[in-house]
């Protein structure tokens, strides 16, 4: 099946700083992504919809100036936590759907854990 | 507007057992519906998927679900339960939207674990 890497696995920074987490479809183009994020023991809240070549859109309650995202290209879409705090601390996960299947299944990246001191 | 509702945030069944986590969604249009598994600090697997067709659909590691439109369930089931079973399961919806990349709605998870 189609592969989404993402980069960093783990990540822990300090307080103020901020961090680039890359999502990367391997085997194919993906000119949509989706950034998630996972509280411990909960479900997946869609952040965002990256789209290669335009804005992406945000979901309601998502700072835009907080989390920002850059589809570079058809393979590489990245989700910076511009000055970080320790309440967003979570699990960032990405999904792309392969070309062929648009609305139907995704592939998911392993995600990134980040901790915030 | 589509939802998903996942009975039961935990399930503990015996291993050998059959394994039901239940379903329920609702969708304006006709759905597309997933079953994803997730291990401990991994992303997302999936397990199966319902788009068009035949209604029990297979997926793997000996799982199936049955889509229900009557009932609105996507139940998920597998006759023997193992020890590997064990994680932490999604459902998830999206509408059947040709051509474009549609936004998943996932359920808030299951919890299954498999005792000896």
């Known amino acids: 099946g189609a592969v989404v890497s993402q980069h960093p696995s783990r990540v822990i920074c300090k307080s103020g700083t901020s961090v680039k987490i890359e999502c990367r479809s391997l085997?194919?183009?993906?000119?949509?992504m989706f950034w998630y994020r996972q509280f411990p023991k909960k479900s997946l809240m869609l952040m965002a919809t990256?789209?290669?070549?335009?804005?992406?859109?945000?979901e309601q309650g998502v700072e835009k100036d907080k989390f920002l995202i850059n589809h570079a290209s058809l393979t590489l879409s990245t989700l910076t936590v511009t000055s970080a705090h320790p309440e967003d601390s979570s699990f960032y996960i990405c999904?792309?759907?392969?070309?062929?299947?648009?609305?139907?299944?995704?592939?998911f990246g392993p995600g990134t854990r980040l901790t915030v001191l | 507007a589509q939802s998903v509702t996942q009975l039961g945030s935990h399930v503990s069944v015996s291993e050998g057992a059959l394994v039901l986590l239940r379903c329920n969604y609702s969708?304006?249009?006709?759905?597309?519906l997933f079953w994803y598994v997730q291990y401990p600090n991994q992303g997302l697997q999936l397990l199966l998927k319902?788009?068009?067709?035949?209604?029990l659909v297979k997926g793997i590691n000996g799982f199936e679900a049955e889509f229900k439109k009557s009932e609105t369930s996507f139940h998920l089931t597998k006759p023997s339960a193992h020890m590997s079973d064990a994680a932490e399961y999604f459902c998830?919806?999206?509408?059947?939207?040709?051509?474009?990349?549609?936004?998943?709605?996932f359920g808030t998870g299951t919890r299954l674990q498999v005792t000896l």
């Open positions: 319902y788009t068009t067709g035949a209604t």
């Open positions: 085997d194919f183009q993906a000119t949509t």
């Open positions: 990256s789209n290669e070549g335009s804005k992406a859109t945000y």
């Open positions: 969708s304006s249009v006709p759905p597309y």
């Open positions: 998830a919806v999206t509408e059947a939207a040709a051509g474009t990349a549609s936004k998943l709605t």
């Open positions: 999904s792309a759907p392969p070309p062929g299947l648009a609305g139907r299944e995704q592939f």
